[in-house]
């Protein structure tokens, strides 16, 4: 039976929604896609919520008109510097031995794992289980079905901000679209792009988009830990306005056009016409001036991103590197400029295994749309009990928000 879901990518550039459909054979066919420019979001954060209800709306009426489809619901991006998260563990009895263990029993060791004091201004997002024990059997990925005393959870708990949450909700619900679930973009953008040989060996996703550069560390074929940098691709467009006295949509789109991550191999003699601050015609300026400006911000940008990977304790396990993906990711010299500051595997990653409408997102930057489509149809798949990522407590909190919004009926 065929599947439809639709993701809503509402990022701090671009506002994207995704159509896809989910045949018996499992193959996506993307039938609607609508891309706008994002308004009023900033870091990956609702700053004006009129302004972003209505880039939303474009774009979701943009991927209708494509797709034919009405749509009403959608799994949701959620991003921002605001979001954390902490391991947890969570110790239960099985309730009828005979039985062995049930999905009863693991959403309670889950809920367990929940039962920690969190501030009142923030939320859990997601409840990562990264493996079980049973009876001090450790390193089992599925315990239903065993049989066993007492069961244990080690869970990754990803939290975000009510407040943030509460606007993000709000504006996709004032577009005419109800949310599915929320999801995090690194675990969505980790749908897309990783590999599960990557997942099983040890691997850093960093997605880097306009706002942010979200990180994400997979181990044993789960997530183990995740945060968001409030530093992305804008930033990039802003040094080089300000350094070459240029304005900004002029800046990035000498970025995109010319940029080099890697100012060494650009050949110094390489001029490129630009435009810059009072004058009337494109000037000519070293191509090498601007990779070296580039250049400096995603070396920061690696820097931060290899202390992440140190504070998190992780650093030795991750034998597949790191893959980038994110709008910014599609820079030429990123990946060499990454293997040389990270000192690992570096590769660049897109969606892939997709019929449709591919032309427009088979590139890094649609990475966390085609994702959410992704992570919508693992969850249909595996159902609420054995979901991976804990599928339910976004919902939970959804349904908790709605109860407190007045009646638009």
Known sequence: MEQTIVGIDVGTTKVCTLVGEVGDDGV????????????GVRKGVIVNVNE?????????????????YDIERA?????????????????IAVQRVERGVTPEDVDRALDAARAIAIPHDREVVHIVPRGYTVDGQEGIRDPVGMVGFRL????????????????????????????????????????????????????????????????????EGSIWHTTILAVGGNHLTNDIAVVMKMPNAAAEEAKIQFGHAFSEAVDPTEMIQVTT???????????????????????????????EI?????????????????????????????????????????????????????????????????????????????????????????NWFRALLPDRG
């Open 28 to 39: 996506v066919r993307v039938v609607g896609v609508g891309t706008v420019p994002s308004r």
């Open 52 to 68: 972003a209800t209505q880039a939303i709306q474009a774009s979701v009426e943009k991927a209708e008109r494509v797709s034919g």
């Open 75 to 91: 799994h949701v991006s959620l991003a921002g510097a605001h979001v954390t998260s902490l391991n947890s563990r969570g110790v």
């Open 152 to 219: 244990e959870v080690e869970a990754h708990i990803i939290t975000g901000a009510v407040s943030s949450i509460h606007n993000l909700i709000k504006c996709v619900e004032d577009a005419g679209v109800g949310v599915d679930e929320l999801v995090l973009d690194p675990l969505a953008s980790g749908e897309a792009v990783l590999a599960d040989t990557e997942r099983e060996m040890g691997v850093v996703l960093v997605d880097i988009g306009g706002g942010t550069t979200d990180i994400a560390v997979f181990i």
């Open 277 to 307: 601050f009072g004058d009337t015609a494109p000037v000519k300026v070293p191509r090498r001036e601007m990779a070296q400006v580039i250049e400096a911000r995603i070396e920061e940008i690696f820097s931060l991103v290899m202390q």
């Open 310 to 398: 140190k504070r998190s304790g992780y650093d030795g396990l991750l034998p597949a590197g790191v893959v980038l993906t994110g709008g910014t990711a599609q820079l030429r010299g990123i990946r060499e400029l990454g293997r040389q500051v990270l000192k690992l595997p570096v590769r660049v990653g897109g969606p892939s295994d997709l019929l449709g409408l591919t032309d427009s997102i088979m590139s890094p930057a649609f990475a966390t749309s085609v994702g959410l489509i992704r992570w919508g149809q693992r969850q249909g798949a595996i159902g609420p009990s054995a979901a991976q990522y804990g599928p339910g407590v976004g919902q939970r909190f959804i």
